[in-house]
């Protein structure tokens, strides 16, 4: 069984679909310490989140950083997706904000891309990594009630919409989150990696 430390129960369903076929079981861990995500990178965020969850709930635990980068606002908004318009986060003022900074840099749908790490920690270690990370490019009018945070605005080519007009299905199979998850899995079909994440 694994400990999946997130506040979002959504991710638990998604967790819950990819490792599950592996026989791995996963738990939501909801009462968990604040975590300042503080790290330069999301490599960063999501081990100390991993490490600190791990010691926290004394068990071995996965954790998951992400958001969106638009190279060519320099990267934002980056690690600071969650609360770029400020505190406390807030998906709609985040997006407007996104689409302001585009605007005042002359920019016209710009390329993109959502990024996700994960992170299992056991005890002090982080024992396994992996990331994912899905194309596509900002558009100026939100399209589509589905998904949250900048879905509305992310332009996916292949599926020919935003991220927000895809079912949650459609979106697991393209996703950063989606693509980080099936590469952890991978990695989690070594034995001995396996036997440390949940020793018999
Ligand atoms: P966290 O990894 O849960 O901390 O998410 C960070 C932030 O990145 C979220 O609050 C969203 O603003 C953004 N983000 C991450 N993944 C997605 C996604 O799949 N769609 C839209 N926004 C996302």
Redesign the pocket.
């Known amino acids: 069984m694994i400990l999946i430390g997130s506040k979002?129960p959504h991710k638990l369903h998604e967790v819950r679909e990819i490792l599950g076929p592996l026989g791995i079981r996963a738990v939501i861990a909801v009462d968990l310490p604040d975590v300042e995500e503080a790290g330069a990178t999301f490599g960063e965020n999501a081990r100390k989140k991993a490490l600190v969850f791990a010691s926290y709930l004394r068990a071995p635990c996965l954790a998951?950083?992400?958001?969106?980068v638009v190279p060519a606002l320099g990267g934002e908004p980056g690690v600071h997706?969650?609360r770029y318009a400020g505190e406390p986060?807030d998906?709609a003022a985040?997006l407007q904000k996104v689409l302001d900074r585009i605007r005042e840099e002359g920019l016209s749908e710009p390329e993109a891309y959502?990024f996700c790490h994960i992170a299992i920690a056991v005890g002090d270690d982080v024992v396994v990594e992996a990331e994912g990370r899905v194309e596509g490019r900002i558009i100026a009018a939100p399209r589509g009630d589905h998904?949250?945070?900048?879905?509305p605005v992310?332009f996916h080519a292949p599926s020919s919409c935003t991220?927000a007009e895809l079912s949650p299905e459609q979106k697991n199979a393209i996703?950063?989150?989606g693509v980080a998850l099936r590469a952890l899995a991978k990695k989690l079909a070594d034995p001995e990696l396996r036997a440390r994440i949940e020793p018999t």
């Open positions: 979002n998951d950083d992400s958001g969106l997706s969650a986060g998906d985040n959502f998904g949250f945070g900048y879905d992310f991220t996703s950063h989150r």
